[in-house]
Every structure is written in structure tokens, then in C-alpha cells.
């Protein structure tokens, strides 16, 4: 079985220990369209993260969307996701795939190497996450490549292509011409007064037509 192909709005969770505030604000991101979330924490409370997760899938599930989690194989076996996230300090990919269900999601965090992404496809990711493309106040020291980067990618791979970092609705169109297949996004989702309506309007970006430039 095959995994499937990212594309779309993929939000990621922001940290929080409010499960229920996390819970609502999911909901009105699946509402407005999401494809993908990613559940990405790094609290130290183990009980609240399995808490978190569980939720999480079961409001996903419910939407029939993607649930991806960051780092971490054993929560992801635990609660039946859809699949992993992993980073340059996270478990090594073929390591994963071997743990993980047939057709289960693997990503890879290339930051700006393109050299990392050749390696992270031969061993066998389904999808390249290149960025912080902007500004990121989440990682505000975060590698600054430019969309060139994902041009090149898009050159190079035959696998979904995310953007991340500081992604908002005026820079949006441009990662997603530059050749991004997902547009990674954080603050400007849930660090919004709306936003169910932050959701729609990312969403509505990737119903035009496609121009990668």
C-alpha cells in the first residue's frame, strides 16, 4: 500500500497544555479545509501529549484527515497516526518505516539542504519539508533559504514538497508557485482571532490553477 500524497493545507499544533482549547481550534482548521495535521509538542507532561495525540486522531479521523506526529514513533504506533514527522535529531527514517504500518506517512525535515532530502528520499520519505522560507516565531533562528530552494526540488524529486516557516496569507501563493505541494503552517492558523477563517482562506489557495515559476 502506498502512502498518500500531501498536498493542501497541512496545520501544525502549537504548544499548549489546554487540551480542550487545542481540540476546538483542530475542529475549525478541519472545518476550513485542512488536508494534514501535524501534532507537534514539546511539553514535558507525557500524560498530557498521549492526551493531546488521542484527541487529535479521533477529531481527524472523524474529518477524514491526515494525522501526522512530530517526532515521536512510539506515540504514533500508540494512537494509530497516520504517520511521522522527523528531523535531523528524530529516529532515522528507514528505522520508521520498518515500525510503521504499510502505507504509513513518513516526512523529513531538510531545513535548506537538498543533499538532505536526496537521502532522506532514498530512504524512503513521502514527503521533503524545506524552510523557514520567512520570518518564524516559532524557530527565529531557523536556516533563511530562499524559494529557489523548493524550485529546485521540485526539479530534482517525485515526492510531495512542503514550505515552512513564517507561511501567512500574503506570502502563501508564492511558496506554493515555487513548487510547494503543502504549505506547512503554525501562528498564522492558530495564533489568529479566526480561525476557521484563516483555515478557508489558505484552503482556497491551492484551488487555483497550478503555476510553478
Known amino acids: 500500500m502506498n502512502a ?11 504548544d499548549t497544555a489546554d487540551c480542550d482549547w487545542l481540540e476546538q481550534r483542530v475542529e ?6 485542512a488536508r494534514a495535521v501535524q501534532y507537534r509538542s514539546k511539553l514535558t507532561d507525557v500524560a498530557v501529549r ?9 477529531v481527524c479521523r ?6 501526522i506526529v512530530n517526532d515521536d ?3 504514533a504506533l500508540e494512537i494509530g497516526a497516520d504517520g511521522v514527522h522527523l528531523g535531523r535529531d528524530d529516529a532515522p527514517i528507514a528505522q520508521a518505516r520498518s515500525r510503521l504500518p504499510a502505507g ?14 536526496q537521502d532522506a528520499v532514498r530512504a524512503g520519505a513521502d514527503y521533503l519539508a524545506f524552510g523557514s522560507f520567512f520570518a518564524s516565531s516559532v524557530k527565529p533562528g531557523a536556516v533563511r533559504p530562499s524559494l529557489d530552494l523548493l524550485r529546485e526540488a521540485r526539479k530534482r524529486f517525485d515526492v510531495a514538497l512542503v514550505a515552512i516557516g513564517g507561511i501567512t496569507a500574503d506570502n502563501a ?8 505541494d503543502a504549505l506547512a503552517v503554525i501562528t498564522a492558523l492558530f495564533c489568529v482571532p479566526e480561525t476557521l477563517a484563516a483555515a478557508r482562506a489558505f ?11
Do not use: K, M, N, W
Request: net charge positive.
Open 28 to 33: 475549525q482548521v478541519l472545518r476550513g479545509g
Open 203 to 213: 484552503a482556497a489557495l491551492f484551488e487555483q490553477p497550478s503555476q510553478v515559476v
Open 62 to 67: 472523524a474529518h477524514g484527515t491526515l494525522f
Open 50 to 58: 498521549h492526551e493531546q495525540a488521542r484527541r487529535l486522531r479521533r
Open 173 to 180: 501563493l508564492a511558496a506554493i508557485h515555487a513548487g510547494a
Open 104 to 117: 504509513a506517512l513518513i516526512g523529513a525535515s531538510c531545513y535548506d539542504q537538498i543533499e538532505r532530502a
Open 4 to 14: 498518500p500524497r500531501l498536498r493542501g493545507l497541512y496545520a501544525i499544533t502549537p
Open 73 to 75: 514513533v512510539d506515540l
